[in-house]
C-alpha cells in the first residue's frame, strides 16, 4: 500500500482523501492515517485548505481562484452558485441544495449514517465542513 501512487499522493499532502464504502477497512484506514499526517504538517493542500477552518464566497472567482477546499464540496458549490444567473453568491439556500443531492455517507470512527449536508455548518456566508475529509465515508448510488 504504502508503494502506491493513491498513499504517496496522500502522504505528500497533493490530493484530498475522498474515501467510497466499498473500500476495504485496513486500506482506508492506512491512507486515511497518511492524509491526517499530511493536513498535521501541513504539506501541499492542506497549507491553504479552507475546509475545516471556514471560507466565505465572496464572488464566484473566490471559489476557483481563491479558495482551497474538498473537491466534492467545491463541485456541490459551483453547481448551487449557477442556479443564481445574477452572478450572485447568496450561500443561504445552500443547505437545502445540498439536501437534495442526498449524498449518503457514515462517519468513522462512529460509524453514523447521515448526508452530506449534515456535516457543514453555516454562518451567515462562512461555511465549514464539520468532519475532516478522513472520516468522512461515501456510499456508492
Known sequence: ?????????????????????????????DLAKAAK????????????DDTLSG???GS???LTDNLVILPKLFRRLAEYLTLDETGGTDLSGFPAFLATHDDRLFTV????????DTLIRLDGQKLTLTKPPE??????K
Not at 6 to 18: F, I, Q, S
Open 1 to 29: 500500500m504504502h508503494r502506491s501512487v493513491n498513499y504517496k499522493l496522500l502522504a505528500a499532502g497533493l490530493v484530498y482523501p475522498t474515501f467510497y464504502s466499498k473500500m476495504f477497512f485496513d486500506l482506508r484506514a
Open 37 to 48: 499526517e499530511a493536513r498535521k504538517n501541513k504539506k501541499g493542500v492542506w497549507v491553504d
Open 55 to 57: 471560507f466565505e464566497v
Open 60 to 62: 464566484r472567482a473566490d
Open 109 to 116: 470512527p462512529e460509524g453514523q449514517a447521515t448526508s452530506f
Open 135 to 140: 472520516e468522512i465515508v461515501f456510499i456508492e
